[in-house]
C-alpha cells in the first residue's frame, strides 16, 4: 500500500498569510493526487486534482503543485474561510489512501 | 446540481449488519465510479472501497474486505455498502463520494455522511 505523510500535522497561521502543506507518497504516484478540505462537522470538499487542477468552483487563493513523490497545497492568502482541516489522497492505486491531514488554526 | 443523500445509519451492536444507501441525483449515475470513505469519531478519512460506473468491477480496503459489499442500482440512482460483521473498530461517519470518471479518477462531490455506531 501507498503511504501518504502530511506535514505540518497542524499549523497555526494568521489572516492574509501563505499558507503551504507538503504531502509526500511513499512511493511514486505520476500526478494522482488530490486535495480536500474539511470542517468541523462537515462533509470533506474537493479542492484540486491531478495534483495542481482546481476543481470546479474552487477559488484560485488555492493551488497544487508536484509529481512523483512530493506535492503541495498553498493558500496564497489565508482568510477566516479557510480554517480547517487539509487532507492529500493518492488515486495511483488501490487501495487509496489519505494523509493524516493538517489542521490549519487561527494564530 | 450534484446531490448525495446517505441513508441506513444507526446504532448497531457488534456482529451486526447494515445495508447503507446513497441516493444520488443531478448527473448521469451510470457514467461515473462512486466511493464510500468512512471517518472514525475525531480521526482522519479513511477509503472503504470503491465501484465502477457499471458496477463490474469493485475494490475493498483490507480492513473490510471480506465484511462489506458495495453495489449499486443504476436504474435507481442508488450506490449501496452492505456491512456484515460489525465491529467497534467500523465506528464512523460513512461518505459516498462521486468520481470525476473512471474508477481510476479523483472524487468531485460528497455526501453529508451517516452516522453507523457499533456498540452493544
Known amino acids: 500500500d501507498i503511504q501518504m505523510t502530511q506535514s505540518p500535522s497542524s499549523l497555526s497561521a494568521s489572516v492574509g498569510d501563505r499558507v503551504t502543506i507538503t504531502c509526500r507518497a511513499s512511493?511514486?504516484?505520476?500526478?494522482?493526487l488530490a486535495w480536500f478540505q474539511q470542517k468541523p462537522g462537515k462533509a470533506p470538499k474537493s479542492l484540486i486534482y491531478?495534483?495542481?487542477r482546481l476543481q470546479s468552483g474552487v477559488p484560485s487563493k488555492f493551488s497544487g503543485s508536484g509529481s512523483g513523490r512530493d506535492f503541495t497545497l498553498t493558500i496564497s492568502s489565508l482568510q477566516p474561510e479557510d480554517f480547517a482541516t487539509y487532507y492529500c489522497?493518492?488515486?495511483?492505486?488501490?487501495?487509496?489512501?489519505f494523509g493524516g491531514g493538517t489542521k490549519v488554526e487561527i494564530k | 446540481e450534484v446531490q448525495l443523500l446517505e441513508s441506513g445509519g444507526g446504532l448497531v451492536q457488534p456482529g451486526g449488519s447494515l445495508r447503507l444507501s446513497c441516493a444520488a441525483s443531478?448527473?448521469?449515475?451510470?457514467?461515473?465510479?462512486m466511493s464510500w470513505v468512512r471517518q472514525a469519531p475525531g480521526k482522519g478519512l479513511e477509503w472503504v472501497s470503491a465501484i465502477s460506473g457499471s458496477g463490474d468491477a469493485a475494490y475493498y480496503a483490507d480492513s473490510v474486505k471480506g465484511r462489506f459489499t458495495i453495489s449499486r442500482d443504476n436504474s435507481k440512482n442508488r450506490l449501496y455498502l452492505q456491512v456484515n460483521t460489525l465491529r467497534a473498530e467500523d465506528t464512523a461517519i460513512y461518505y459516498c463520494?462521486?468520481?470525476?470518471?473512471?474508477?481510476?479518477?479523483?472524487?468531485?462531490?460528497w455526501g453529508q455522511g451517516n452516522l453507523v455506531t457499533v456498540s452493544s
Open positions: 512511493q511514486g504516484i505520476s500526478n494522482y
Open positions: 463520494a462521486k468520481k470525476l470518471g473512471t474508477v481510476r479518477s479523483a472524487y468531485d462531490y
Open positions: 489522497q493518492q488515486y495511483n492505486s488501490y487501495p487509496l489512501t
Open positions: 443531478g448527473f448521469i449515475f451510470s457514467n461515473y465510479a
Open positions: 491531478a495534483a495542481s
